[in-house]
């Protein structure tokens, strides 16, 4: 895990020395962030994250909008945790929920609003072309995808199609931790790339005129 002592740049600070295997490290990934989760060891994930996800619709969302259908909000929550680590498609998102683009469109603002999800943008040299292109879709706590996505078990999802989306969801949320938790706004200074030939640069961080590919 990153020292988040100062926000995380290539050579200015040290990653945290750990003997974690890959098998531990999806462990980590599996159990997520959260405090409890994190301090007690026999707290499971389903228990926690099923009684979070309770709190978090009776009291958060509708303190911010009034969501007629809570299953369909729950079904495009579980929908977005499903495309961790992926472009952002509005239009399949909401054919999967059987919802309006429009709505699919208000639903993510608010995930985003309440922490839930971070938005990732492109890189481009006009930064005004940088919000109307694809962000990439983060869960900022890795814990709570596997758990709406329906991982159970942390050596599955270990050896699955989505093991790599997941441990780059990790890897992009710890770095985005470590400046929020300066209270230094990401919104100029982290990107993705991708050419028109699919290759790609999963995080870029742009400091003082220079440019940090990961």
């Keep these: 895990m990153l020292l988040a002592a100062v ?15 890959i098998t ?16 007690d060891p026999d707290l499971l994930p389903e228990d926690y994250f099923g009684a979070y996800m309770q709190t978090y619709l ?8 009034a969501v007629k259908d809570e299953n369909k909000f729950l079904k495009f ?7 961790s680590g992926q472009e952002v498609n509005l239009a399949d998102m909401a054919k999967d929920v059987e919802i309006d683009r429009k709505t699919a ?10 922490g839930i999800v971070y938005l990732l943008p492109p890189y ?8 109307v292109k694809r962000p990439k879709l983060y869960f900022m706590d890795t814990g709570l995808a596997c758990y709406l996505s329906l991982w159970n078990n942390p050596r599955a999802l270990e050896l699955s199609a989505v ?10 949320s710890e770095i985005i931790k470590s400046y929020a938790n300066q209270g230094i706004s990401t919104r100029s200074r982290l990107c993705y790339y991708r050419d028109n030939n699919g290759k790609e640069i999963d995080l870029m961080i742009l400091e003082n005129g220079k440019i940090y590919p990961q």
């Design 7 to 21: 926000p995380f740049l290539p050579g200015r600070i040290p990653m945290a020395r750990s003997a974690d295997t």
């Design 24 to 39: 531990g490290i999806f462990e980590k990934i599996y159990r997520g962030g959260m405090p409890p989760m994190i301090t």
């Design 58 to 65: 009776e009291r958060d969302i509708r303190d911010l909008v």
């Design 77 to 83: 929550i579980s929908c977005a945790a499903a495309r």
């Design 105 to 114: 469109d208000g639903w993510l603002s608010i995930l985003v609003s309440s």
């Design 124 to 131: 481009s040299g006009n930064i005004i072309k940088r919000i």
């Design 163 to 172: 093991a790599s989306a997941m441990f780059e969801n990790y890897v992009v």
